[in-house]
């Protein structure tokens, strides 16, 4: 949704104040998704956000030049990543914790994350859009964790047992597995990255894969049924690898 000038010029203004918050400015004169502020009808679902006011698809480069903006302390490329991503962030994290305050938090953290790790982005392991829903991903199912175990402890007033040490064959087993699907992932043409992040890492369906991303349906079940292929078979080989 675009801004009114009044916004615009009180965001340009905030933004010249070294020592405001990046993140807490860019909500402030944007829009978090539920709408509340501005007395908008709340988005019932993703596909509802993801399919709203369809546009041109951007180019994977744009979102990395954003990217790269922001690691060099861009306040504005933040805002303009903001505006395109927080809607689908909020409602991903509403979708996993149910709970509308958590979602609002969360998403702010998300971007707290993005604006202090912006540098650490690598366009190798995937795109941006794949990178910001792993992380609000992340985000909200840490947080799921941590209010069961809250309700555990003060359900029955009995301090959970000390989680067992990791088994070190374990750990390093698991790391083996993280490269071995890195270089799977590698074997992947863009468009079947892009459609198997956006599906199994940010948890959509292929329909709302499809509205995101700007292309057909069929095309989208296409690239993951060919990217799942080439990932069994890739890590079929490493298995057999002695």
Known sequence: ???????????????SEPDRDPVAVVVQCGEI???KECGQKTPATLGDVLYAG????????????????????????????YERAHRIVFTLVMR????????????????????????????????????????????AIDRLRFENRKKRSDGDGVHPLAEAAADPHDV????????ALRAALASLTP????????TFFAGLTHAEAAALLKQPLGTIKTRIRSGLHKLRRALAAEAETP
């Open 54 to 81: 369809s546009k041109a698809p951007v180019p994977e480069r744009d979102w990395a030049a954003l990217v790269q903006s922001i690691a060099a302390a861009d306040q504005l490329a933040l805002h303009a990543l």
């Open 191 to 198: 468009g079947e990255r892009e459609a198997i992040e956006t």
């Open 172 to 179: 390093i087993e698991l790391r083996q597995q993280g490269e």
């Open 33 to 35: 998704s539920t709408g």
């Open 96 to 139: 996993i914790t149910a709970n509308r305050e958590t979602a609002e938090e969360l998403t702010i953290d998300v971007f707290h994350d993005i604006w202090r790790r912006a540098s650490r982005y690598d366009a190798a392991s995937g795109t941006v859009l794949g990178w910001i829903m792993n992380q609000a991903r992340s985000r």
């Open 1 to 15: 949704m675009r801004q009114s000038r009044f916004a615009e010029e009180r965001m340009a203004s905030d933004l």
